[in-house]
């Protein structure tokens, strides 16, 4: 299993890295929403819907990715779609969904298996989650940063969690996942941050502003993961699909930075309209 999760990671991480610098940005958001295209069929799977209608679900998320891009492109100097009401209304609804319904969601745990509930969650966790990604590659190094700050906490939290994790995180709902893992993560990410901000100049500023954003970077890392292994557990699967030898399906892999990336945004959002 480690093997084929290294070997999975050492194929695909150059090519998203080589895009990400690459590619210009409307090509870059053309690109990942074929990644939400079947992120959006994986998610509807696990909500129980047939696979005519996870084919019209997942259409209908493309085709809303595709209308923002439009709206962003279609006119010169047109102000950032996050700022526009529609942005204001979708990444409200997205801080509202990671920072307060979803660990109401953990904690009470109910077994939702309304469709079309999960589907209108789905939309708010993956429709965010696109934009956030394609409004950061506007500053590669940004969207690198913060997609950074996900991996060292995934990666301490994965080893540390396996060679000395003794108390259960949350046994219900991920039985691999331990507080130990839970603390290496933030004091990696803490470690990375401090690093990070004595490289870069402009970043000298907001050594404890950004201590505290990669913080909650962190812990929504965690909620992001949590929450697609209950959703998975109350499906009754173990992985989201199999396109990914060693990690399962898409969401498995975006699960923890689907919750992460809307705030990444909005906290790198001033610099980013300035630019």
Not at 94 to 112: D, E, Q, S, Y
Not at 176 to 190: I, R
Request: aromatic content about 12%; proline content about 5%.
């Amino acid at each position: 299993m480690l093997r084929e999760r290294v070997l999975t990671v050492a194929v695909i991480l150059p090519l998203v890295l080589a895009a990400l610098f690459l590619l210009p940005n409307l090509t870059w958001g053309c690109v990942l929403i074929a990644g939400i295209v079947i992120a959006a069929w994986e998610w509807a799977r696990l909500a129980g819907v047939g696979p005519a209608l996870r084919t019209l679900y997942s259409a209908l998320l493309a085709a809303g990715c595709a209308s923002i891009l439009w709206w962003q492109w279609a006119a010169a100097g047109r102000a950032e779609f996050a700022f526009s009401p529609g942005g204001k209304l979708l990444y409200g609804a997205a801080v509202a969904f990671w920072l307060g319904i979803a660990p109401a969601w953990l904690w009470f745990r109910p077994r939702v298996r309304d469709p079309r509930l999960l589907a209108l969650v789905g939309a708010i966790i993956l429709l965010p989650f696109w934009h956030a990604v394609v409004w950061l590659q506007n500053s590669p190094w940004r969207l690198l940063l913060a997609l950074s700050v996900v991996w060292v906490a995934d990666t301490a939290a994965y080893f540390v969690g396996r060679r000395f994790g003794r108390r259960k995180l949350a046994p219900e709902i991920s039985p691999g996942k331990t507080w130990e893992g839970v603390w290496a993560a933030m004091a990696a990410v803490s470690l990375y941050w401090l690093v990070i901000s004595l490289c870069v100049p402009e970043l000298r500023s907001r050594v404890v502003s950004g201590l505290v954003g990669v913080w909650l970077m962190t812990l929504l890392s965690i909620l992001g993961d949590l929450f697609e292994s209950w959703m998975k557990r109350v499906a009754g699967v173990k992985d989201s699909g199999r396109l990914l030898p060693g990690h399962g399906g898409l969401l498995d892999r975006i699960d923890s930075l689907s919750a992460v990336m809307p705030v990444a945004a909005l906290y790198f959002a001033c610099p980013l309209r300035v630019a």
